[in-house]
Structures are given as C-alpha cells and as structure tokens.
Nanobody
Framework: QVQPVESGGGLVQPGGSLRLFCTTS????????MSWYRQGPGTERELVAG????????NYADSVKGRFSISRDNAKNTVYLKMNSLTPEDTAMYFC?????????WGQGTQVTVSS
C-alpha cells in the first residue's frame, strides 16, 4: 500500500526555519516525481515544490523561491523540504504527494505555524 507520511512540522517564530520529512512505502520511490503542497486556512491547496526521481531537477512556487529547498534521499525513500526565513504567510498544512501507476497519493499532512 502506497503511504506517504509527513513529519517535522511545528510552531516557529517569523524568520525561523523548519525541515519537513516525507517517508514513503509501497512503491518504487526512486522512479517517481515527488512534490510538496500546502493548504492554509481558507485557501486552496497549492504546489510548493517538486523534484524529479533522480533529484536532478526541482521547481518551486514563486512565493517560496530562494527560501525553501526540496531534496530527496532515494536510499531512505524520503523527500525533504527545508524552509528558511519563514513568515506568517507560510502557515499551512503541508502535504507530500506522489503519483504511482496513474493514482495520486497524499500523506496526512504536517502542520506548520509561523507566529511570534
């Protein structure tokens, strides 16, 4: 069974940093594109960052470019999201997403709250 599991969220002050983790199982991790999405209060879920199966190519939402960094370790079946210079606007539930055999799989999410 394909199951992404996120962790690493929490409460952080503006300007602070967090590193999110998404560990997966049930499929060949090294063959799939992985991505992070987020959904803030009263907003639609939006793409934050994506990374190709080898990790060679990445893409980012304009709102996080230069502050967030996505990476992966195929030996550990894990994708990471390092978030720096956090602002209250980054407050959201962060989700890991993948597509395996035409089916989209989401994790349960990890909450990130940026507040003083």
């Amino acid at each position: 069974q394909v199951q992404p599991v996120e962790s690493g969220g929490g409460l952080v002050q503006p300007g602070g940093s967090l590193r999110l983790f998404c560990t997966t199982s049930g499929f060949t991790f090294s063959s799939v594109f992985m991505s992070w999405y987020r959904q803030g209060p009263g907003t639609e879920r939006e793409l934050v960052a994506g990374i190709t199966n080898t990790g060679r190519y990445t893409n980012y939402a304009d709102s996080v470019k230069g502050r967030f960094s996505i990476s992966r370790d195929n030996a550990k079946n894990t994708v990471y999201l390092k978030m720096n210079s956090l602002t209250p606007e980054d407050t959201a539930m962060y989700f890991c997403r993948t597509v395996w055999r035409t089916t989209i799989f989401w994790g349960q999410g990890t909450q990130v709250t940026v507040s003083s």
